[in-house]
């Protein structure tokens, strides 16, 4: 019986590298269904995990000794804001704009919150330096389990990605300076308006000393690199003030024929307020959690039954936890929150899984559950993104990083 | 016997031979440094160093032998200490200060010298202050009380959280990195040094991931030397041993914790050279040995504790062809115990430096401690 010779026991690689490597990462996985992300849900379906991929799906088959069971399968979720970092030393604050500069030396592998991340049901993310520079560096994308190394749980992206905000958190803790400057907070910006100027400054100065070396700067190249569309560039901006600012941005590059900026922005919470401003550039958006109440962060207000009108219009969302570790801001419960807030269903997985994979053009590796693809699955108790279903099992790389039995 | 010893050396003290000329001494035990133990061996020792050991040493009749009713060891070996510096150690106006020279915070008439020359502590690597530099100067390895043995061998690179400044560049882990790569491909001064292998690093990581970049960075650049402050580095044990780099441990206060034990021990066991940070005035000298008990006690075994103590360290501290075991040729930093040298129990009644009884223990002591 072919289902027996795929049962894991049968299945485990032989270990050849020392016993720190025998991490299993082969397995039988049944599901009542399973929620592929392409449309298509198959009920009864046995995947094969075969060395961190995904090897087979078959619908119609019963559970086979030895497999794991859940009643619902998707692909793993993958939240673009997540923040397990070093905090204040994750950005490099002695300047604003710090293009060459990446959070990678800041992440610390080690931190228990990546266990809790995995245990949530994020199997990717994307880790951005803190957002109190104006342009603070590069993100990495990371799996969420595997060994404390950053070669083996790195996730290579088509094009590097960079981070900065607008808003009030990139010149928090500045402070003008009258007579002599003390520290290197004794700077611009100290308002949203001059981490405007900042941002405009960083691209026309980056165009400007393009080929003439005694006017570059560090980050210059990043930044041109950005304008030729060859960077993601993902900004902060929550309120409807600073998502219109960094449209204009994007905008103005365009008119000024500095180059197309391809535009995420996180943190995107009154992005309902001017919705022609996204679908007019088809920015792609990033949800922060759903607040009781509605308000977040500088003072921007989401609207819960506006993200159905907004998904409607077809911008692309993600939904994410924007480094939140209480439980009901979960990725998990954002899902739930996502479908009371009017989503449908497959709008609410696409936000968790196609839509990041996307973004990170990653598409091709995540955010699906097809044969060779990367085996990062979420099993769960009932239906997705019920108010009633949890995250019972993970799977990151085909890696039991939480195990339902 | 002890008695007879100290008589012995009270001798040598009013108007015997000093350093220039000869003297013997016979113990009960010699423990050499590599692991073998000498019963009733004789070290021979002529104008500050080691001329002969072993148990049938001959020798002019007007050399003095003193005799000693116990064990002899070479001095014992700290790996970072801030004896007698105050808050000399460091300068943190600028982030990189790599021509600070620890030579000229050494101050060998301070009480701090004498207490550590008192415990058997005969080589101590005297390192600049965590004062938010990514460099904060070269260490300098000094006999207690007596010289400098060593200066610009090594060079301080921290890339812990320490290093980082909350209001001045580097303010970042990413800052750091900049500013040391900006540094190594200048290549000027200590660091043209050390890309030419011609120093060692004193290597700064709290955390596994500060460890483990660490480890990566230093792996990048070829440096060799040591780790400080990194309590958890033998959980990294396989990378450690990769990387060739050794690991200052310790010391373990009492009630400390025990992972950061454990991890001395695991760092061993995997091959990893060893030795003990003792970090005097904040801890008394005495927690150099407590703390090999210590790591002995969670699994580590006696003889490389011995090793860590002494000749592990001295060769970290790129002084292992100088002190650190007794042998012909190397210094006379010897010492006389009342037992085994890792017992914590066992204490030094007569301290050599150069060849110089630098501490002698009161003959009061016992009927003190009774």
Known sequence: MLSLLLTAATLAPIPALGAEDTTQTSWNIHAERVYTGTGEVLKNALIAVEDGKIASIRPGRSAPEGAIQAKAITAGMIDLSVRVHGGFRSVEQAREIQPHLSVEPAIDLYDPAWKRLAASGITTALLSPMDRNVIGGHAVVLKTAGPEELAARKVTTPRPILRGAIGSEPSSGNHPAFGTPTDFYSRRPTTRMGVEWEWRKAFFDAVNAGGDESRDFPGAEELRSCLRGERLLIIQAWATQDIRTAIYLKEEMAREGFG??????????EAWREPDFLTRNKTTIIL????AGGRTTDGAFLAWNRTAELAGMGVRMCLSSHGASNATEKLERQGAYARRAGLTFDQTLAAVTTNPAAVLGLSDQLGTVEVGRDADLVLWSGTPFEASSRVVGVLVAGELARDPR | MLATTTLALAALLCGGPSAGDSFALRATRVHVGDGTVLENAIVL????KIVDVGQGVAFDKDVPLIEHDGDLSAGLVALRDY?????????????VMDAADLRYAFDSDHPDMARLAESGITTVVLAPGSGSNVVAGMPVVVKPTVRVLRAKGSLHVDLSASGTSFNRY???????????????AAGEGAFGELKAGRMTVMLEAESRAETSRALDFASRHKLRGYLVDSQRAGELAAKVKASGLGVAVGPFAIGGDRKEVESAVSLAKAGVPIGFALDTPTNAPAMLRLSAATAMRAGLDRDAAFKALTSGAAALAGVGDKVGAVRAGMEADLVLWTGDPVDPTSRAVAVYIDGDLVHEAPETDEEDED
Do not use: H, M
Not at chain 2, 45 to 48: E, I, L, M, N, S
Not at chain 2, 83 to 95: H, M
């Open chain 1, 260 to 269: 197309n900026l391809d535009l995420v922005i996180d943190a995107a919470a």
């Open chain 1, 288 to 291: 922060p959690p759903f607040p």
């Open chain 2, 45 to 48: 020792v002529k104008d500050g």
């Open chain 2, 83 to 95: 004896a007698g510096i105050g808050a000399e150690g460091a300068d943190s106006t600028r982030a």
């Open chain 2, 170 to 184: 580097p303010s970042s882990y990413a800052g750091v990195l900049e500013v040391l790569e900006e540094r190594f």
